[in-house]
């Protein structure tokens, strides 16, 4: 296992579409454990290929509170959403910023396990919420496309000067 690196916004492969997943291998298998292992070495409740500079329709997550309910959605959809919840939202590839998002309460999901098979589920809540944050990553989509141009470049200009600080250190 190893852990990967973490793109930052504003960097833009994080602008880039992931394409589906069509072969089930041991490489993908490799991914899905790197990606884990980065999650909760961040630590992160969610994580997608995207933020990894790998550009399949792969996330993982762990919203539970001990840690020990990874779930892995590949090809991942919404097949149904219902309610709206405003939640403050963070992201390992944006560290130290929390806004607040609006989105689906519940939502139906039908994914891919890392073998191919496969299942579907329902979510609410905190899971539902991280699961459309992560596809969002998916489609080149992040949470501070959500808020307003004005503080989306207030982080970007401070996260800039962050990467400018750690390269001069
Ligand atoms: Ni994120």
Not at 116 to 135: R, Y
């Amino acid at each position: 296992m190893a852990l990967l690196n973490i793109l930052l916004f504003p960097d833009p492969r994080l602008r880039t579409k992931a394409v589906e997943v069509s072969t089930f291998d041991e490489n993908l298998q490799t991914l899905v454990d790197d990606m884990l292992e980065t999650m909760y070495e961040a630590p992160g409740i969610g994580l997608a290929a995207t933020q990894v500079d790998k550009h399949i329709r792969l996330l993982v997550m762990d919203v539970s509170e001990d840690k020990n309910e990874s779930r892995v959605l590949i090809n991942p959809q919404i097949l149904a959403v219902e309610g709206e919840e405003e939640m403050d939202e963070g992201c390992l590839s944006v560290p130290g910023y929390y806004e607040s998002v609006t989105r689906a309460d519940k939502i139906h999901v039908r994914a891919q396990d890392s073998r191919g098979n496969f299942f579907e589920f329902h979510a609410d809540d905190l899971e539902a919420v991280c699961i459309q944050h992560e596809m969002d990553h998916l489609d080149g989509k992040l949470f501070v496309d959500y808020i307003s141009s004005l503080k989306r470049d207030r982080i970007r200009k401070k996260l800039e000067k962050l990467k400018k600080q750690e390269q001069k250190g």
